[in-house]
């Protein structure tokens, strides 16, 4: 069952239309004859259930008036209280022979913002796949208190573990290299595991194929690819200016790229009979503008791709990689967009890692049969050449190094290639540190990690982020940690919850799944208002195709204003909040997520389930 083009990139906090259409209703909870909450419910595709009895706490019949002062909202808007912006680093640590080293702990790091040492507030050692062993440990468990009638939530095949998204560079790639990595990346795709997803996308935009198992739909993705450079071709203009020196020109007033230029330009105008000769200057500097914003424009295309890749994926359930396959370029000017790249991958769990579809290449000084030097002094000109080619792999470097990927150049081995960066580091370590003194000023910050006794091992972080301007609202950081956690596949159990699922078989093509959530209120953190016992919780089961590619969602707030006679007698059991889809018959991946305001604590849990 694949999803349509329209959910692949939901959104729960604004995209509301693409996920989460919320329509208003108030049912209650009989236990013991009493009525106690609200519950707002999202519209979903057919609300109408089987007939069965209610479990013990479920929300199924509409409000009695007499129990509305139980029922109704305080006066008080939910507060959450505002997260200290923190700066999140991961760091690969490896050994001499490059395997990532996981036994170090926080006191083993130094973090510097700006030369000065900060305070680590948060450190964790990742492994990956020990997430998914646990998620699947805990879905073979997850049936063993589920009440009568109900199936667990993880009775269906193996899951997808790991989603990798290919992005080819088309835009910079030249045909030959182009041709090189299709064909290892073929022979790569026929060594991907049973429980990995592969995705392909290209930085033009003209090809795509969402997370498949599929051999023959890769195969088909790879055949499509070809180079398609914007600025149209290999024609040369004279002077030859390329976007490197161009930046060097125009941004940073360098007397020698400039020079360069005017030699070259003198060369492509020569002077009429009896004139004398044209100011090179108004030719090179037209020449290096044009340049310059026809470059800027292929690295913004470029990185807006990446970004929105990054973006993809962070919603995939999973372990989650991007393969950057590119020649490598330059964005001199787009420094605050490649740092927010990183940011987002690191905070989402997104490893990018590039390989260099260069292979080992070389500069010739004096030009190649392609490309051959245009009046320009052969030596002067290598060496801004030269420049240009190391400055190309930089990027690809800095985005590996900044989410703990693994960058593979100076080699034409492009199956190795492929194994390495495909692959995530045995171990890396997420730091995150509070800034001090931090002001919303949108500066940039040089960042520095070492290792108190770094012996014979190497460390690999970003460099940098950039300051907010402002911090987000307490609502939208609500919003945000509940997305984040519903597109991760990382359990978490800070409240007492509990997920179960059912099914019913309507016919042969239709089925309702219900997801379950059973929560233990007594164990939450409430608010003492006015004798009452005030929380709200938001509860969002999300709903995944066997790929890992989002199809449904439903979220609902429920509004907890109890008296301490029914939260400490009359919800002994618990209360089952319960949301339905409409499905096919098919293998799904459900996940829940219940944040409460209050303690401003998560619990998430993962389930499979197979209907036939």
């Known amino acids: 069952m694949r999803s349509s083009p329209e959910a692949k990139r939901p959104v729960l906090h604004s995209d509301m239309a693409s996920g989460f259409s919320l329509a208003r209703s108030v049912l209650p909870c009989f236990l013991f004859c009493v009525i106690w909450f609200v519950v707002v419910q999202t519209r979903a595709r057919g609300q109408g259930e089987p007939p069965q009895a209610p479990a013990p706490g479920a929300v199924s019949q509409p409000e009695s008036k007499q129990n509305s002062v139980e029922l109704a909202s305080h006066d008080e808007p939910t507060t ?243 393969v950057l396959v590119s020649p490598g370029f330059i964005a001199p000017k787009l420094q605050y967009e490649y740092m927010d790249i990183i940011d987002r991958a690191v905070r989402s769990q997104v490893v990018i890692s590039a390989l260099d579809a260069r292979g080992l290449y070389t500069v010739m000084p004096f030009g190649d049969i392609s490309r051959p030097p245009l009046h320009a002094p052969p030596g002067a000109k290598g060496l801004i050449e030269s420049a240009a080619a190391s400055a190309q792999a930089d990027l690809l470097a800095l985005v590996a190094d900044g989410t703990g990927g693994v960058f593979f150049q100076h080699s034409n081995d492009y199956d190795e290639g492929f194994l390495r960066v495909a692959q995530t580091p045995e171990y890396s370590y997420v730091l995150a540190f509070a800034p001090q003194n931090l002001k919303l000023d949108g500066s940039f910050h040089n960042l520095k990690v070492t290792l108190k006794t770094p012996q014979k091992l190497s460390l690999q972080a970003r460099r940098g982020y950039y300051a907010p301007k402002n911090f987000a609202s307490p609502e939208e950081q609500a919003k945000q940690e509940i997305e984040d956690a519903t597109f991760s596949k990382e359990e978490l159990h800070n409240l007492p919850v509990n997920l179960h699922t059912q099914f019913f078989k309507e016919g042969d093509e239709d089925a309702k799944l219900v997801v379950l959530a059973h929560v233990d209120v007594r164990h939450l953190r409430f608010r003492k208002a006015e004798g009452r016992n005030d929380n709200t919780l938001t509860c969002v089961s999300a709903l995944f195709n066997r790929n890992g590619s989002f199809l449904q969602g439903m979220e609902k707030i429920v509004t907890l204003h109890l008296k301490d006679e029914t939260l400490a007698h009359k919800l002994a059991s618990g209360l089952t909040l319960k949301t339905s889809f409409d499905v096919k018959p098919g293998s799904y991946l459900v996940r829940l997520v219940v944040r409460d305001a209050e303690g401003q604590l998560m619990s998430a849990e993962n389930g499979t389930v197979e209907i036939r």
Request: proline residues 7%; neutral net charge.
């Open 80 to 322: 959450f209280k505002v997260n200290v912006k923190l700066v999140v680093v991961r760091a690969v640590v490896r050994d001499a022979t490059g395997h990532a080293v996981g036994n170090l702990r926080k006191e083993d790091f130094l973090v510097f913002d700006k030369g000065k040492p900060q305070i680590i507030s948060q450190f964790e050692v990742e492994q990956p796949g020990a997430r998914t062993a646990k998620a699947r440990q805990s879905d073979e468990k997850s049936g063993d208190n589920a009440p009568a009638g109900m199936s667990p939530a993880g009775n269906a095949p193996a899951a997808p573990e790991r989603f990798i998204a290919y992005l080819f560079d088309d835009v910079h790639l030249e045909f030959g290299d182009l041709a090189q990595v299709r064909k290892a990346a073929e022979r790569h795709f026929s060594t991907l595991r049973l429980t990995d997803r592969a995705a392909i996308f290209t930085t033009s935009g003209r090809t795509m194929l969402d997370y498949t198992d599929d051999q023959a739909k890769l195969h088909e993705a790879l055949l499509r690819l070809q180079s398609t450079p914007i600025t149209g071709g290999l024609n040369q203009e004279c002077p030859d200016i390329s976007y490197y020196q161009a930046d060097l020109i125009i941004n940073q007033n360098d007397f020698q790229a400039k020079a360069v230029a005017l030699q070259e330009a003198a060369s492509c105008q020569p002077p009429l009979p009896g004139m004398p000769p044209p100011n090179p200057l108004p030719l090179v500097m037209g020449a290096s503008m044009q340049a310059l914003n026809t470059g800027e424009h292929e690295s913004r295309i470029s990185l807006g791709i990446l970004k929105d890749v990054v973006s993809n994926l962070s919603r995939m359930p999973g372990q989650r990689s991007v």
